[in-house]
């Protein structure tokens, strides 16, 4: 998208007002028009704003026209040309930068409220470099107290969940209710956010942190303690309080300042954006619940349909406005200041589309939010051999088909391979070699097996083992060589006392494998390790553990090679893996308990389907009506009968809802 920047200065006279071509910061070049404008009034105008006492229509008027009447408009059409443009507004006069622009109106237009035609305030700031890693974490901190939903803090984190809910592979939120500060900057440390969400109050001193006992002061001076101390800076901070871009009329200020210097005092943004933070979202006045909420959970729809954050917080702006109104304060409330380009700003979303193979089932996954976490980050951090248990049909080839899309999207290359026929190391090699009929030749599949190279390669090797030649000259090598299966059966039949073919046979795969890998890291998914009465028997799956996945974590980190096992709790006894061999990780698959059901169901209906606005009454109809279907449930269910139930449970709420809003359940 196009870019100009509106930049504002002191003037002897008043203020200079150009207009550059470009995105900031720009130099002298580019200049299309400029004005001298007279003074705005704009600590009174905040004021107005603060206080909920201006008229919105007449804010945005004055605002717009000291911005655009004259020559700064003709020359903005002329640069937009009727198509979508990015207007960021650089300013540099002391006492204007934090004024309510973004009421802002000209030639009828609400201009923050136009996603195709984002506008957004700059404030030029170094920031430090970040790792270009995939996806987004967001940290949404609850830091109010609010019993009986008075100010909607549930509907606000089940609407961002929701937002984000169809591609929560590349966006995880973590909820952190009511933490000390200490606890926070524990969370920050650990989960390291892109986005730090914050829901809870503010007033004239600054914000509130409600740490499960009591309301605290969190202002300027104790925000600076405290990010000084953090271990990592998140990249977007969303303050979603009343009055967290600061009040000007403080009575802690020194009143004896003039208003230029009083603007210059320090505010929980400044010091985030001192911190590092490239972006924060900011409340200029009191805020209700409910529309803050809507606000937010349109940002997140916004973030990851793939906007830019200008787009996304107008959207979310917008559809305030549909509630409230556009003469009414409320939709201008919201400022992002940004320190870098937008187009710099999260942008995280690898190109990747869902997985081919699995794009039905990842849009339906249940939960799991602490087990995927894990997996991911297991992964990311070269932890060679990973064990995911639980027992049958609790969902664990569906969690590993989420983690396979989210491991693809971090550069990952993944095979996934049944192995529930195999019944020798053998057949295991060669169902990680050949894939599944049908996928051989589809280069996106995860299903698909391993390259041309490394079949023929894996042949050549199996071919001269079957002969008693551990090391075949490589001059040998034709890269068009297929199994001699009638040889190859030789290294299985022999018996296990006789463990060289085994060994050289592990050692073939895994040279294999490190070559197809080469310098990115290549997944291996081994999952449903029974088919009916067929399995890897203990001495086989014995042979794989000793001489090819034991390798793999010795020296620690020292193989590109990751191996992901999908194993009942039977086949946990079965091949005595109760205690972990050191060096291996292991993830537990649990039932949904019984007593976290209905919350569960509850976050896990799309939005519309929960009945009014209050959390303890909608989780009540969601227990009636569990009783309802299942008068038996014991706390036995997994995640893709937990799929059901929800459907079933929605259908009903949506069948009864206007009936269920005005009865008790």
Same mark, same amino acid.
């Given at each position: 998208m196009k870019s100009v920047t509106i930049r504002i200065e002191s003037a002897d006279s008043g203020y200079k007002v150009s207009l550059f071509d470009g995105a900031p910061p720009v130099a002298g070049q580019g200049l299309l028009a400029g004005v001298v404008r007279q003074a705005l009034g704009a600590d009174e105008i905040r004021a107005a704003v603060l206080n909920r006492s201006g008229d919105a229509e007449e804010i945005g008027i004055k605002l717009g026209d000291f911005l655009f009447a004259g020559p700064i408009w003709d020359a903005w059409k002329s640069a937009a040309k009727g198509a979508s443009i990015r207007t960021y507004l650089d300013c540099q006069a002391a006492g204007l930068a934090g004024a309510p622009w973004e009421f802002a109106r000209f030639d009828q237009s609400a201009l923050f409220l136009r996603g195709g035609w984002p506008f957004v305030v700059f404030q030029g700031r170094e920031a430090p470099a970040r790792e270009r890693e995939w996806g987004l974490r967001v940290l949404v901190v609850i830091a109010a107290e609010d019993p009986g939903d008075t100010i909607g803090i549930w509907r606000e984190v089940y609407a961002i969940r929701n937002a984000i809910r169809e591609v929560n592979r590349v966006i995880d939120m973590m909820p952190l209710k009511h933490p000390s500060r200490d606890a926070l900057k524990q969370a920050v440390g650990n989960?390291?956010?892109?986005?730090?969400? @914050?829901?809870?109050?503010?007033?004239?001193?600054?914000? !509130?942190?409600? +740490?499960?006992?009591?309301? %605290?002061?969190?202002?300027? @001076?104790?925000?600076?303690?405290?990010?000084?101390?953090?271990?990592?800076?998140?990249?977007?901070?969303?303050?979603?309080?009343?009055?967290?871009? $600061?009040?000007?009329?403080?009575? @802690?200020? %020194?009143?004896?300042? +003039?208003?230029?210097?009083?603007?210059?005092?320090?505010?929980?943004?400044?010091?985030?954006?001192?911190?590092?933070?490239?972006?924060?979202?900011?409340?200029?006045?009191?805020?209700?619940?409910?529309?803050?909420?809507?606000?937010?959970? *349109?940002?997140?729809?916004?973030?990851?349909?793939?906007?830019?954050?200008?787009?996304? !917080?107008?959207? &979310?702006?917008?559809?305030?406005?549909?509630?409230?109104?556009?003469?009414?304060?409320?939709?201008?409330?919201?400022?992002?200041?940004?320190?870098?380009?937008?187009?710099?700003?999260?942008?995280?979303?690898?190109? !990747?589309?869902?997985?081919?193979? #699995?794009?039905?089932?990842?849009?339906? #996954?249940?939960?799991?939010?602490?087990?995927?976490?894990?997996?991911?980050? !297991?992964?990311?951090?070269?932890?060679?051999?990973?064990?995911?248990?639980?027992?049958?049909?609790?969902?664990?080839?569906?969690?590993?088909?989420?983690?396979? +899309?989210?491991?693809?999207?971090?550069?990952?290359?993944?095979?996934?391979?049944?192995? &529930?026929?195999?019944? /020798?190391?053998?057949?295991?090699?060669?169902?990680?070699?050949?894939?599944?009929?049908?996928?051989? /030749?589809?280069?996106?599949?995860? @299903?698909?097996?391993? $390259?041309?190279?490394?079949?023929?390669?894996? /042949?050549?090797?199996?071919?001269?083992?079957?002969?008693?030649?551990?090391?075949?000259?490589?001059?040998?090598?034709?890269?068009? *060589?297929?199994?001699?299966?009638?040889?190859?059966?030789?290294?299985?039949?022999?018996?296990?006392?006789?463990?060289?073919?085994?060994?050289? $046979?592990?050692?073939?795969?895994?040279?294999?494998?490190?070559?197809?890998?080469?310098?990115?890291?290549?997944?291996?998914?081994?999952?449903?390790?029974?088919?009916?009465?067929?399995?890897?028997?203990? &001495?086989? #799956?014995?042979?794989?553990?000793?001489?090819?996945? +034991?390798?793999?974590v010795v020296p620690p980190g020292g193989s590109n090679i990751r191996v992901v096992l999908g194993l009942g709790s039977d086949q946990i006894k079965e091949y005595n893996l109760e205690t972990m061999p050191a060096g291996y990780s292991k993830v537990d698959l649990g039932f949904f308990p019984k007593e976290e059901f209905a919350e569960i169901v509850l976050d896990l209906l799309p939005l519309e389907y929960p009945l009014g606005d209050k959390r303890d009454r909608a989780l009540a109809w969601v227990r009636k009506l569990m009783v309802d279907f299942d008068p038996e449930y014991d706390g036995q269910l997994s995640g893709p009968k937990l799929r059901q139930r929800c459907k079933e449970i929605g259908g009903v709420c949506m069948a009864k809802r206007k009936e269920w809003e005005t009865q008790e359940p």
């Open positions: 989960y390291r956010p892109h986005v730090l969400h @914050l829901i809870g109050h503010g007033n004239s001193n600054g914000l !509130l942190l409600y +740490d499960g006992t009591e309301s %605290k002061p969190w202002g300027a @001076l104790q925000i600076d303690t405290d990010l000084a101390a953090w271990k990592w800076m998140p990249e977007v901070v969303y303050l979603n309080t009343c009055r967290s871009v $600061g009040d000007p009329q403080n009575p @802690l200020a %020194k009143r004896d300042l +003039d208003p230029a210097a009083r603007q210059k005092q320090w505010t929980a943004v400044d010091k985030f954006l001192q911190y590092g933070a490239v972006a924060v979202i900011a409340m200029q006045a009191d805020v209700q619940g409910g529309l803050a909420g809507a606000c937010a959970a *349109e940002f997140y729809k916004g973030i990851a349909a793939g906007s830019e954050i200008d787009a996304a !917080l107008a959207a &979310g702006r917008g559809a305030v406005a549909a509630i409230q109104q556009e003469d009414s304060l409320d939709p201008y409330l919201p400022k992002l200041i940004v320190t870098r380009p937008v187009e710099e700003i999260l942008r995280y979303r690898a190109e !990747l589309t869902d997985c081919p193979d #699995f794009a039905a089932s990842l849009k339906t #996954f249940v939960d799991r939010d602490e087990q995927r976490r894990r997996l991911v980050d !297991l992964l990311e951090h070269r932890q060679p051999v990973v064990v995911v248990v639980g027992p049958k049909d609790i969902g664990k080839t569906w969690l590993l088909q989420w983690c396979i +899309d989210a491991w693809r999207r971090r550069k990952m290359e993944t095979r996934y391979v049944a192995i &529930g026929g195999c019944r /020798n190391w053998l057949d295991v090699v060669r169902a990680i070699r050949d894939g599944i009929a049908g996928f051989r /030749n589809q280069p996106e599949s995860v @299903l698909r097996g391993l $390259g041309a190279r490394a079949q023929a390669l894996l /042949n050549w090797r199996l071919n001269a083992l079957a002969q008693g030649v551990a090391d075949p000259p490589t001059d040998s090598f034709t890269g068009t *060589e297929k199994e001699d299966v009638a040889r190859t059966r030789y290294l299985v039949e022999q018996p296990m006392a006789i463990i060289e073919p085994h060994v050289k $046979g592990m050692a073939a795969l895994h040279a294999v494998l490190q070559e197809e890998a080469g310098a990115q890291p290549l997944v291996i998914v081994l999952d449903n390790f029974v088919a009916g009465d067929q399995g890897l028997t203990e &001495g086989y #799956f014995g042979v794989l553990q000793s001489h090819w996945l +034991d390798s793999l």
